[in-house]
């Protein structure tokens, strides 16, 4: 397989979002790709997320942040220039968690720090979160991508991220900034440039000699790119329909946490919104189309439910559907 490189020299996360999409539908369909990129001052929400509820869109927007929504699942991340993303970009043949985490992992390691993949999604060192991954699988080619925290502003971090008082508790925590750390912590004459090159240099040692090196400006300059861009930087995209619902439900589990809300006319669910911080992208977009146009009742809920793919996910939200007051 051949491998080809890619550094965003772009800080625009919308721009980075549609460069990572273009490289998932063209060059990864053949190529194991690696994408450096970093985004200035933005929140990025995960694909099924509810933009009002996890960002502080007005406060970010009005110190000049952006948000942006990528197609990965998981859970809303802040990006400053002491953030650096990595994306890796393979055939669907080829995408292998543990080869690709083993570039981040190893590259660490290499540095001096001791770390771990951990639970669902986090890579932690001295037992906080550094990196968190997410994943996205297209047609012929998926991304595997993640943060690496080196020299975060964490106030912000805790400022424009709002996280709900369950979703601390389920990770043990009493603060968003208690749960993570910055890498130049511990070590301190870490810098972007030198976990650059250590990632770069873990990609070839994983996957062999670099075969090209992809230009950026060139691929940003693409037709197919401005139309990504004008998706990303869409208010549609970004904050979707409007959270206004005749009935709505939440709750969190082990997989994560769940809000649904229901439009329902004449006894009929005309509408249905999932909102989800879940890394099961396919669970949740069949959850939302079981539920669109059955009847609003107890039984028929049971019924769409009973019609997903058996799951721990759809375990869980059996038995509570089974107690939610209607
Ligand atoms: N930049 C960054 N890196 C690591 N962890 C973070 C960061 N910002 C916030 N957090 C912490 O992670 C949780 C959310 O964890 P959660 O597990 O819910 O979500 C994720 O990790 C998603 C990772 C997405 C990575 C993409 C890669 C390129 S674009 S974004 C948040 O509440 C904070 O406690």
């Given at each position: 397989m051949k491998t080809a490189y890619i550094e965003s020299n772009s800080f625009d996360p919308w721009l980075n979002l549609s460069i990572e999409e273009y490289l998932l539908d063209t060059y990864a369909c053949d190529n194991n790709v690696l994408y450096l990129w970093q985004n200035a001052h933005t929140v990025v929400i995960g694909r099924n997320q509810n933009a009002w509820r996890e960002c502080r869109i007005e406060s970010l927007e009005r110190d000049g942040g952006k948000l942006a929504r990528r197609l990965s699942g998981g859970g809303a991340v802040y990006h400053d220039l002491g953030n650096l993303n990595f994306t890796f970009l393979l055939p669907r043949s080829e995408y292998n968690l543990h080869r690709q985490l083993a570039v981040i992992v190893d590259a660490v390691k290499g540095l001096g720090i001791e770390a771990s993949f951990s639970g669902r999604n986090d890579i932690l060192a001295e037992g906080k979160k550094f990196s968190g991954n997410a994943f996205y699988h297209g047609r012929q080619a998926s991304y595997h991508h993640g943060t690496v925290l080196?020299?975060?502003d964490m106030s912000k971090l805790s400022m424009y991220l709002n996280v709900s008082k369950a979703k601390m508790e389920s990770k043990g925590v009493?603060?968003?900034?208690?749960?993570v750390v910055n890498l130049k912590d511990l070590?301190?004459?870490?810098t972007i440039d030198i976990m650059k090159r250590a990632m770069y240099n873990g990609f070839i040692e994983e996957?062999?000699?670099?075969d090209r090196i992809l230009n950026y400006n060139e691929i940003a300059s693409r037709e197919e790119v401005r139309t990504l861009y004008a998706k990303y930087s869409s208010r549609e995209w970004l904050l979707?329909?409007?959270?206004?619902?005749d009935f709505g439900i939440e709750n969190r589990f082990a997989w994560g946490g769940i809000e649904i809300g229901l439009n329902v006319r004449k006894g009929m669910i005309r509408e249905a919104v999932v909102y989800s911080d879940s890394m099961d992208l396919d669970f949740i977009e069949s959850l939302r189309a079981s539920l669109k146009?059955?009847?609003?009742?107890r039984k028929s809920l049971a019924r769409a439910l009973a019609s997903?793919?058996?799951?721990k996910e759809r375990a869980d939200l059996l038995e509570w559907f089974d107690q939610v007051e209607l």
């Open positions: 080196i020299d975060v009493r603060s968003v900034a208690s749960r070590k301190p004459d870490l996957y062999g000699h670099i979707g329909k409007s959270p206004d619902f146009d059955i009847e609003f009742s997903l793919p058996e799951n």
